[in-house]
Structures are given as C-alpha cells and as structure tokens.
C-alpha cells in the first residue's frame, strides 16, 4: 500500500529555493503581493532581507519596466488561472545588470477551484550569452507567439519577426531551450493544448484551433506523438 506524500509547505519550498542562486522563487497572494521569496531574489533587487520584499508587488520593488512587465504578468495569471510557462524575458539582477531569464508562474487553486495566489521561479539562462546577444524582437516575437498560437507562426514567421536569419535563429532556440524553432513552436503548442484539456467547457476541436492546428486530426496526432496519448484519453485521465 503506497503512503500517499504530504503536501509541501511554503516555508520548505524557501529554505529549498535559498540555495539556488540563479533560480528567484516566489510565491504571491491573490492580489500579487509577495508572501514567500528566496534569498536570491532579494539579492537580485540590492536588498538585504526578505522582509523588505514581503507584502510588495514586483512594481513595488523594482522600477520601469522591470516591476511593470511582471506585476502585469502576475494580474493575467491571477485573473485567468492560466499558467505561464518557460517566458523568456529580460529581469534585474542587481543595479544596471539584467539577465535573460526563463520565468514560469502557476496559479495556486482552493478547494473550490478558486484561484488564491501564484507560485513560481525564474531561472537564469544559463548559457554562454551576453544580455545583447539575445534580441529584443526575438522575445518579443515569442510573447506575440505565446499569446496568439496562430496557425500562421511557423519557424519563418519567427525568423521574420525577431529580424533574424534562420540559421541564427536555429542556432539561438537551440541554446536558450535546446530545441529547433519547429520543435519549439510544437511544443508550446501541445503545452498549451494541455493546459486548456483540463477545462470540460471546451471541446477538442475548439483547443485545437485555438492552439493553432489546421484540424482536429492534425491536432491529435501531434498530440499523440509529443505525449503518447490523444487529446480526449488526456482529458478522460485529468
């Protein structure tokens, strides 16, 4: 008989996340606000203990962009309970030092299925990249991306929109995530298609054209091949 596992406390999680120096850790209550944080996101901000970050928001702490962007991220999250997933953006690290970062966020539920608060890290791109070798059109080309799923963002369209070769722009996904930009787009797709499967209002054919395939067979076979199982045995196990 397997024991079944407790759930893990916030205050763990922090004393876990405090000795990942490239990861920042957060969890955030209903309105946005810090409730948790690890050491290296309050290093990151040039602050010296987590007290000064708890009960803030992102714009509370930081200036410009850089506490806009993620306050605004976290009211979508909060708003719509759905996930952010492996974004990549730019973050302070310390006074006139930003890095790229790869940022998830995942809304936090109660009993009712009410969404209470997020939790959620962002890790350093850790590869041999300065800040000025990734470029701005490129992020921004993935944001356009994860936002829309159009059918029409193919690995051309990507190239076209971060102004970049295609072989740069190969070269540059395949560091940042280790994929081709093909592999990529399809992933973020199924991810996406995933997330919305648990939602009972929406059929299959719906998710697939909101995910950006053609038909609902094109769907369930990229589905089938990414996970093992089709969109509707998926559904059937959440």
């Given at each position: 008989?397997?024991?079944?596992?407790?759930?893990?406390?916030?205050?763990?999680?922090?004393?876990?996340?405090?000795?990942?120096?490239?990861?920042?850790?957060?969890?955030?209550?209903?309105?946005?606000?810090?409730?948790?944080?690890?050491?290296?996101?309050?290093?990151?901000?040039?602050?010296?203990?987590?007290?000064?970050?708890?009960?803030?928001?992102?714009?509370?702490?930081?200036?410009?962009?850089?506490?806009?962007?993620?306050?605004?991220?976290?009211?979508?999250?909060?708003?719509?309970?759905r996930p952010l997933v492996d974004h990549l953006e730019m973050q302070w690290?310390?006074?006139?030092?930003?890095?790229?970062?790869?940022?998830?966020?995942?809304?936090?539920?109660?009993?009712?299925?009410?969404?209470?608060?997020?939790?959620?890290?962002?890790?350093?791109?850790?590869?041999?990249?300065?800040?000025?070798?990734?470029?701005?059109?490129?992020?921004?080309?993935?944001?356009?991306?994860?936002?829309?799923?159009?059918?029409?963002?193919?690995?051309?369209?990507?190239a076209r929109r971060s102004k970049l070769s295609s072989q740069r722009l190969?070269?540059?996904?395949?560091?940042?995530?280790?994929?081709?930009?093909?592999?990529?787009?399809?992933?973020?797709?199924?991810?996406?298609?995933?997330?919305?499967?648990?939602?009972?209002?929406?059929?299959?054919?719906?998710?697939?054209?909101?995910?950006?395939f053609y038909d609902h067979s094109a769907f369930t076979r990229a589905f089938?091949?990414?996970?093992?199982?089709?969109?509707?045995?998926?559904?059937?196990?959440?």
């Amino acid at each position: 008989m397997h024991s079944r596992v407790a759930p893990v406390d916030v205050a763990l999680l922090e004393r876990l996340f405090d000795r990942s120096p490239d990861v920042a850790f957060f969890v955030k209550d209903g309105v946005g606000r810090y409730v948790a944080v690890n050491e290296s996101l309050v290093a990151r901000h040039g602050l010296k203990s987590k007290s000064q970050v708890i009960g803030n928001c992102p714009r509370d702490i930081c200036p410009g962009d850089f506490g806009r962007i993620p306050t605004e991220q976290d009211e979508k999250v909060l708003r719509t309970g759905r996930p952010l997933v492996d974004h990549l953006e730019m973050q302070w690290h310390r006074p006139n030092d930003p890095v790229w970062c790869l940022t998830t966020k995942l809304p936090m539920l109660d009993s009712n299925g009410a969404v209470v608060g997020l939790i959620g890290f962002s890790r350093d791109v850790r590869v041999p990249v300065e800040p000025h070798e990734i470029p701005k059109d490129f992020a921004r080309a993935l944001e356009e991306f994860e936002q829309s799923l159009s059918s029409e963002v193919t690995p051309a369209w990507l190239a076209r929109r971060s102004k970049l070769s295609s072989q740069r722009l190969a070269r540059l996904t395949k560091r940042l995530f280790g994929l081709t930009p093909s592999q990529f787009i399809t992933k973020s797709r199924i991810a996406a298609a995933s997330r919305m499967l648990r939602d009972p209002d929406q059929s299959v054919s719906e998710i697939a054209h909101a995910c950006g395939f053609y038909d609902h067979s094109a769907f369930t076979r990229a589905f089938r091949s990414a996970t093992g199982i089709t969109p509707s045995e998926f559904r059937t196990q959440q």
